[in-house]
């Protein structure tokens, strides 16, 4: 097939932006090689591939994927090209936290799989494109409205497409789905910091704003439904069955969480359901901390974040809107795991903005019992 990609006629970004003729040279022009700068045309150039062992469940691709790639871009304009671009060199990078023991498989998923799978799935690019704004918005201060707008932008355009694949439950769509899904745990993550009440930093069951702790639980559901169609396909590596049993030794800190047991009454009444869903929470938490210490474990310390959310009972969402002080307790205890992600750019200040939230919410009676939560420090 004859080259498609012309709208590259002109030269790369890099050379534009310092006022330099491009010799359009690929992958990657002799201007960019001899300054050590990221190319544009190094993207522009076609080069993704999927091994087809990580996708038994995806239709295999012919060679025309690479033209695909092409003709791909040149629908986008010049601002979601950026974007694009931004995504694949850089944003893609962020989405592992430490703790890994094959950081290269994760980082094929979403520096290459994803914007391949994109090529077949528009809603999937807008999310793509939603995403790097919103990372260009945190290291672009001066334009960080005009990232945001753009964030808003495609998110919007994907929403009700996404919708209409999750309402149709098509095993072909789940792997975009789910791929989605993450995106907006994202969106909304970064979206909290502007909120303005302290209060909306604590998950709520009537929140004017849906809060990223439900949006990680509705992951984790849909996860645990397409369970195998989701292991066999681009997110395999990722996907793992926890360990039976897990230990909570494994968590140097497990006694500090140990302890919360301690505010409830023991025995506790058979009849106090409360009680129990409280103990439950707990035991939860540490199994989720434990799993970030196993030794030869594949769960980074970002992904055990997203385990509490899914694992605890809607009772205890209930208990948290109704600001009951042993809920706000527990959730101060996993404040500590945020803190641990604060290097990752959507977790940047939640863990601490929600510890501040839950301390203006308690009485003083109850402050000691956050004293070492307020303690760990931010990682």
């Given at each position: 097939m004859r080259r498609i990609h012309r709208k590259t006629r002109n030269g790369c970004k890099q050379c534009k932006s310092r006022r330099v003729k491009c010799d359009e040279k690929r992958p990657v022009c002799t201007g960019c090689i001899r300054n050590d700068l990221s190319c544009s045309l190094e993207f522009l150039t076609p080069s993704f591939t999927v091994p087809r062992a990580l996708q038994p469940s995806l239709p295999v691709r012919t060679p025309l994927a690479k033209n695909d790639l092409g003709l791909k871009i040149t629908l986008l304009d010049d601002s979601q090209e950026e974007l694009?671009?931004?995504y694949t060199t850089t944003t893609s990078l962020t989405?592992?936290?430490?703790?890994?023991?094959?950081?290269?498989?994760h980082i094929r998923i979403?520096?290459?799989?994803?914007?391949q799978m994109a090529l077949s799935q528009e809603f999937l690019m807008q999310g793509i494109l939603a995403v790097s704004a919103l990372h260009l918005s945190t290291l672009q201060p001066h334009c960080k409205d005009e990232r945001l707008q753009q964030a808003l932008r495609s998110e919007q355009l994907a929403i009700r497409p996404f919708r209409?694949?999750?309402?149709?439950?098509?095993?072909?769509?789940?792997?975009?789905?789910?791929?989605?899904?993450?995106?907006?745990?994202?969106?909304?993550?970064?979206?909290s910091e502007s909120l303005d009440s302290p209060s909306d930093c604590i998950?709520?069951?009537?929140?004017?704003?849906?809060?990223?702790?439900?949006?990680?639980?509705?992951l984790v559901k849909l996860l645990e439904k397409?369970?195998?169609?989701?292991?066999?396909?681009?997110?395999?590596p990722l996907i793992t069955r926890f360990p039976d049993p897990i230990e909570f030794s494994w968590n140097p800190d497990d006694t500090h969480l140990a302890r919360l047991h301690e505010i409830f009454p023991d025995p506790c009444s058979d009849d106090d359901e409360d009680i129990s869903i409280y103990k439950q929470t707990i035991d939860e938490l540490r199994r989720a901390s434990a799993l970030s210490y196993r030794k030869n474990g594949i769960l980074n310390d970002v992904a055990v974040t997203y385990i509490w959310p899914?694992?605890?009972q809607q009772r205890f969402l209930e208990l948290l809107h109704d600001k009951q002080p042993e809920a706000l307790v527990i959730l101060a205890h996993y404040c500590v795991l945020l803190k641990r992600v604060d290097y990752c750019w959507p977790f940047r200040g939640v863990g601490e903005k929600m510890l501040r939230s839950i301390v203006k919410e308690l009485s003083l009676?109850?402050?000691?019992?956050?004293?070492?939560?307020?303690?760990?420090?931010?990682?």
């Open positions: 694009l671009h931004h989405f592992f936290g430490r703790g890994i023991n094959s950081p290269h498989h979403w520096q290459n799989d994803m914007p209409e694949l999750v309402l149709k439950g098509k095993d072909d769509d789940i792997h975009a789905v789910f791929a989605f899904a993450g995106f907006v745990v994202t969106y909304v993550l970064v979206q998950p709520s069951l009537n929140g004017e704003r849906l809060h990223w702790f439900h949006i990680v639980r509705g397409n369970w195998v169609q989701l292991s066999q396909g681009p997110f395999g899914g694992a605890i009676v109850w402050k000691p019992w956050i004293e070492w939560a307020l303690t760990q420090p931010v990682v």
